[in-house]
């Protein structure tokens, strides 16, 4: 064919068919500036990492984790007074991103639960000084095979990994989208940017690096198949209602949709698809959340990451995880409720009990905060369950208040130790009340907060679910909250009386002095505890103005 017909085709074509322009996105920049700003410090670390020189490059990253992390913070409250919270709530990013109450409430909750975090991350006075270099929690070069020589050379040369800074912003970039994502595919997306850095820095534990490392890859595995059953149920999801679209699924469920695609027509409204593919993104919600079935990976991941993730995780998961439970529940499925509800009945229930029973039987004390951890799930469940408006402020504020007693429980955990690092058995602790009277009264404290005593902000937490739960009709599910709060409290009272009443072993562990750093992050973890325990009305209204999803 020559050139002048080819030529006279295209032409021909061209008049035919006019050139469709692809419309740009419309982005609103200022209501997503707190995940903007994160992960903009996050690509900026990874420069830091290839340009700063080695000596320079901690510095650099806690500063920028820092200034980050305050800054988006600074950008969330902007939000809020400017009534985004509010009036002005609305779907930002076409669609991707909701941005309204819970959404700010919580990610808020996140920036100041990473912000206080970052500074245990940052501490490097706890481990003796290795060849006249002050070193930190994480391995001297993550590429090392534990006990080679390479490793042995990157410890002498004073190697540290600064690289968890930009991880730990990407997964807190992940974690602020999580609980505001408006559709399946941003849910997914988010949740594989907070867990893929998770995975990572589980396993770059300085001390008991394969202990560390056989954390990391039981969580990637089980993070994987999480994954998986998420993604099965989305595309079940969006077989039922022909959309990934929070709003649209929920018209579908309702009956009030009015225009269907002829390509979906067949499938379209077909309950099992919404049935089994609910069912599926739960599971994968619930394992996030560390509800029982699905809480296998907590203690051995909570004992083996280094303790400063632990504290972390155990704190900013929960609050992205929970968020996102709620607006699935309540924006997506809540014609749904009538089958929803049953299910989460018996998580919840398995989830207290579970977790509390097994406490007991504990003897490190890092699995039985992960135990406790277990046990605090099903207690939110509760109020998750209540399906009112104070459900979701009840919630909110337990959130927020368990977070800061976690990361501070953990920080503690950091300080007492041993020739082999932190001495985290049980009966290390013994007579630590008479060794150290401050750090056994802080973390007793923080276990009287988790055991739900009046005057701390646990208490104020479990009896704001409860009374959420019993007006939501789900009062024998408060009876069960009770009875597992009192078997909680006694593994709690257990480790006081251990700390305060036991004769010290002489060969036992120290307390090793902290910089300011941890010292802040243990001093905000009380402050909080005790405002919230004996103040909370103010926290209390913040959250029940915050607690109205936009749809």
Not at 39 to 62: C, D, K, N, S, W
Not at 147 to 171: D, M, Y
Not at 462 to 478: M, R, T
Request: charged share 10%; net charge neutral.
């Amino acid at each position: 064919m020559s050139a002048t017909a080819v030529h006279s085709l295209w032409t021909t074509a061209a008049d035919v068919e006019p050139l469709v322009r692809i419309p740009a996105p419309h982005i609103e920049y200022a209501q997503l500036a707190p995940v903007l700003i994160v992960v903009g410090a996050a690509v900026i670390g990874i420069l830091v990492e290839a340009t700063v020189p080695r000596r320079a490059r901690y510095h650099t990253q806690v500063f920028l984790a820092v200034v980050a992390l305050a800054a988006a913070f600074a950008a969330i409250v902007g939000l809020a007074v400017n009534g985004y919270a509010t009036t002005e709530k609305q779907i930002a990013a076409m669609g991707a991103i909701a941005v309204d109450g819970p959404a700010l409430f919580l990610q808020g909750t996140i920036l100041l639960a990473s912000l206080v975090a970052v500074f245990t991350f940052a501490e490097r006075r706890l481990d003796p000084t290795a060849h006249g270099n002050r070193v930190d929690s994480f391995a001297a070069e993550a590429a090392a095979v534990p006990g080679s020589e390479h490793e042995k050379a990157a410890v002498k040369a004073g190697f540290t990994t600064t690289e968890v800074f930009p991880l730990l912003l990407f997964a807190i970039a992940g974690m602020l989208v999580f609980p505001a994502a408006n559709d399946l595919l941003t849910l997914f997306i988010a949740l594989e940017v907070f867990s893929l850095p998770l995975y990572l820095l589980c396993a770059l534990a300085r001390r008991k690096r394969l202990l560390s490392q056989e954390a990391a890859v039981k969580y990637f595995l089980l993070g994987a198949f999480s994954s998986a059953f998420l993604l099965f149920g989305i595309a079940l999801m969006y077989g039922y209602a022909g959309s990934v679209s929070y709003a649209r699924i929920a018209e579908v469920v309702e009956g009030s949709v009015r225009t269907i695609d002829p390509a979906l027509a067949d499938t379209m409204g077909n309950d099992a698809l919404l049935l089994i593919g609910g069912a599926l993104i739960l599971m994968g919600l619930l394992f996030k959340v560390g509800a029982v079935p699905f809480h296998m990976w907590t203690p051995d991941v909570y004992q083996g990451a280094p303790t400063p993730l632990t504290g972390f995780m155990a704190a900013a998961t929960k609050v992205a995880a929970f968020g996102a439970l709620l607006r699935l529940l309540y924006v997506v499925l809540p014609g749904l409720a009538w089958d929803w509800r049953p299910v989460m009945w018996a998580v919840a229930i398995v989830t207290m009990l579970g977790g509390a029973i097994v406490a007991i039987t504990q003897t490190d004390i890092k699995r039985l905060l992960a135990y406790s951890s277990i046990a605090h799930a099903g207690f939110i469940l509760a109020g998750v369950i209540a399906t009112t408006p104070e459900g979701i402020s009840s919630v909110l504020f337990y959130l927020l208040a368990y977070s800061f007693v976690t990361i501070g429980a953990f920080a503690v955990v950091t300080l007492v130790r041993d020739a082999g690092g932190e001495a985290t058995h049980l009966s290390k602790w013994a007579g630590l009340g008479r060794r150290s009277p401050l750090v056994a009264a802080v973390f007793a404290v923080f276990l009287l907060a988790f055991a739900g005593i009046p005057l701390t902000s646990g208490f104020s937490g479990k009896f704001a679910v409860f009374k959420a739960a019993a007006e939501g009709g789900a009062g024998a599910l408060v009876v069960v909250g009770v009875i597992s709060s009192a078997i909680a409290a006694f593994f709690y009272v257990r480790v006081i009386v251990l700390m305060f009443f036991s004769e010290p072993k002489p060969e036992g562990p120290t307390v090793a002095v902290p910089s300011p750093l941890t010292m802040t992050t243990i001093g905000v973890g009380v402050a909080v505890t005790l405002v919230l325990g004996l103040a909370p009305q103010y926290f209390l209204d913040l959250a029940s103005q915050a607690g109205v999803f936009v749809r």
